[in-house]
Each structure stands twice: as C-alpha cells, then as structure tokens.
Nanobody
Framework: QVQLVESGGGLVQAGGSLRLSCAAS????????MGWFRQAPGKEREFVGG??????????FYADSVKGRFTISRDILKNTVYLQMNSLKLEDTAVYYC????????????????WGKGTLVTVSS
C-alpha cells in the first residue's frame, strides 16, 4: 500500500498564492503519475493537474480552469509533488486531494490507485 500525505492547505485571500505538497511513502513504482484533484462543496471531485513520475519527460497536465495559474512540479528523490497555486479565486475553494496511479493512462477520478485524505484550501474575498 502507498500512503499519500498532503500539506500546505489553509486560508488565503483572493489573488494570493498557496503551495501544496504531496509526499508518497511505502512501495515505489518505476512508472506512475501523481496529481491533484479537488472537490468543492456540493460538487463532484474534479481533476486539477498531474505529472508523470518515472518518465524522463516529466510531462504535466492541467485542467483548463487552472492553466496559467497553477504549476505542478516534482522531486523524484523525495517522492513528492507540489502544486503552486497563484492568483487564487473564490471558486478555487475546495478540499484538494493528492492521487497516484500506476501505469498512467488518463487522469480520471475512477482510475486513481491511491488517494490522500485531502487538505482544505479556502479562498476569501
């Protein structure tokens, strides 16, 4: 079993920035993906962004709603992925979940193999 632990959530004013971290422990895999999903009150969980782990290209993927504002990066040696969130909006308020998938095919909620417990991000006006 792989454990994922998110950190960095909190309260931030609109227009501000926040950086989330996701540290993976337990078994490691050669090729997998790590990414972020979020779930706002009353809404379904949705994909935010992801990055390939184990591939040298480190290709990133983003939802249209966060492109240009959020940036995903990785530290392979630490098995950690970061989500830098800039220009935060009220609609970014949600519980943010880290997820990992072995043999990445696509970023889908139903296709993730491991999930963290989530970290709350609240954007205030």
């Amino acid at each position: 079993q792989v454990q994922l632990v998110e950190s960095g959530g909190g309260l931030v004013q609109a227009g501000g920035s926040l950086r989330l971290s996701c540290a993976a422990s337990g078994r490691t895999f050669r090729n997998y993906g790590m990414g972020w999903f979020r779930q706002a009150p009353g809404k379904e969980r949705e994909f935010v962004g992801g990055i390939r782990i184990g591939w040298t290209d480190g290709r990133t993927f983003y939802a249209d709603s966060v492109k240009g504002r959020f940036t995903i990066s990785r530290d392979i040696l630490k098995n950690t992925v970061y989500l830098q969130m800039n220009s935060l909006k009220l609609e970014d308020t949600a519980v943010y979940y880290c997820a990992a998938v072995i043999g990445l095919r696509a970023w889908e909620v139903g296709g993730m193999d491991y999930w963290g417990k989530g970290t709350l991000v609240t954007v205030s006006s």
